[in-house]
């Protein structure tokens, strides 16, 4: 895609107020969520989250004169924690120019076509628009259509690409997110007293560049998700294929991000299955042999080692999630401090070595460790995604490769022997048949097409 291309005018732009420019990532539908604005208001910052419905009244409502930030996602409660994530329908990367050398001098108008030029020379598709946010910029990727919440761990793997691809520019690696808020259009940074607004725009105005979000994360991750396909289900060259994918990813200099993105989708998958486990038992604080602190501190741990939390919001996160566990739980900040140190630890890169392998320093406990910790029963276990037994996961292997058969229209055995057995006994009811209208055995053989011993053990029969 070319970066020289030509932008509507200053006038034009002005035509994007604050509804106009959310309405392009949270559309006006009857969808069931809520955004949530940021504000300040003197010294202190406030927040409130309101229903999607209500978007262009409240946004109507806003005082601009100050300081006021938006969330990017969509939450399933007032509550914009990573953990009520309902959907996202961008990717997006906070560029504080001011702190980069290569832009910081730089008019707005240069900047932006450094950002293009920059995202050409990269392989990044240019971005569907940029906002100035007072004193930098903020790039959005418009998505064709809304990821759901499982698909945050792709989704955080290309802000990781993102963020890293574009961090000569600024990219500010603590605004990557999916609870994230950025400033509003038209409200003004009181730092600089500039008001923020669009300054470019892919596409037309009415409709802006948007991107088929699997399309997109083909050109910024290692490998695709066919790709992953092939390489889990090729069994008969698994040895061969993992050599292989190992010596190719040597020579990738995206292979940490591949390696990254497969452990971080099972953190959260591990993360939601706690969540259903809870709701299988109708919470965590029922009767004396409350589980809420172990339940909090697993899901705490899961959550941070999918990439999905930043150290800088971890409190914000448990004192969430424990009110969801637990309304009456007094959560103090200090009671998960370890597990906050280690997920620290995980988000600067360190990493643990046990038995001749690196391992996250946060925890990665064996599926039979958390079966065993939360005592988790077969019948819990048929309800879950990825916390089950070696026995349980054969049994959804098998029927995953019956029903690929079955879709390439290959009989099971059973089947095969049930319609074998059918024909024999057709054909032994043609050959009594023939028999009984005088035919020799010979004549009936050569008839129907089969030897003689057939004709024999059938009359016997």
């Not at 292979?255 to 259903?276: H, I, M, P, Q, V």
């Not at 409190?315 to 566990?325: D, G, M, R, T, W």
């Not at 009594?432 to 050569?446: M, Q, Y």
Request: proline share 4%; net charge positive.
């Amino acid at each position: 895609m070319s970066a020289l291309i030509l932008q509507p005018t200053d006038v034009q732009l002005e035509l994007f107020d604050a509804t106009s420019e959310a309405e392009l990532y949270h559309p006006v539908s009857p969808r069931h969520g809520f955004f949530s604005l940021l504000w300040k208001d003197g010294v202190q910052k406030r927040q409130r989250s309101y229903p999607l419905s209500e978007m262009p009244t409240v946004l109507g409502l806003v005082d601009y004169s100050r300081d006021t930030w938006i969330s990017q996602a969509e939450f399933v409660v007032p509550n914009r924690r990573v953990v009520n994530l309902a959907r996202v329908g961008l990717l997006f990367v906070d560029l504080d120019t001011y702190k980069s050398e290569l832009m910081a001098h730089r008019s707005t108008d240069e900047q932006i076509r450094t950002l293009h030029f920059w995202c050409a020379d990269h392989g990044i598709p240019l971005p569907s628009l940029v906002v100035f946010s007072g004193r930098g910029l903020q790039a959005k990727w418009l998505l064709s259509g809304a990821l759901p919440r499982a698909a945050l761990p792709r989704w955080n793997a290309c802000q990781k690409a993102l963020v890293e691809a574009l961090e000569p520019l600024g990219a500010d690696r603590q605004a990557r997110d999916a609870s994230r808020v950025l400033r509003l259009v038209k409200s003004v940074h009181s730092v600089s007293g500039e008001r923020v607004h669009v300054v470019d725009v892919q596409g037309s105005m009415s409709s802006p560049v948007s991107y088929d979000f699997e399309q997109l994360a083909e050109q910024l991750l290692p490998f695709t998700r066919s790709e992953l396909q092939l390489l889990r289900t090729d069994r008969a060259v698994q040895k061969a294929a993992r050599e292989t994918r190992l010596k190719l990813a040597a020579d990738n200099p995206k292979a940490d991000k591949f390696k990254g993105y497969n452990g971080r989708s099972l953190a959260w998958a591990r993360l939601e299955d706690l969540r259903t486990l809870g709701q299988l038992r109708g919470g965590w604080s029922v009767g004396e042999n409350s589980m809420r602190t172990t339940a909090l501190h697993w899901q705490m741990n899961f959550l941070c080692l999918s990439g999905a939390v930043h150290p800088a919001i971890f409190h914000h996160e448990a004192h969430e999630l424990s009110k969801q566990l637990d309304p009456s739980w007094k959560f103090a900040a200090d009671e998960l401090g370890t597990l906050r140190n280690k997920a620290k630890a995980y988000a600067e890169g360190q990493s643990i070595e046990f038995g001749g392998r690196k391992w996250p320093t946060l925890y990665t406990p064996k599926n039979q460790t958390l079966i065993d910790i939360f005592d988790i029963t077969d019948e819990e276990q048929r309800q879950l995604r990825t916390i089950i037994t070696p026995d349980l996961a054969r049994e959804r292997n098998t029927e995953r490769e019956r029903a690929k058969r079955r879709a390439a229209g290959v009989k099971d055995r059973s089947e095969y022997d049930q319609e074998r057995k059918q024909k024999a006994a057709d054909r032994a009811s043609e050959i009594r048949a023939l028999k009984g209208k005088g035919l020799s055995a010979s004549a009936i053989a050569k008839q129907l097409g089969v030897t003689s011993r057939t004709v024999f053990n059938a009359l016997k029969d």
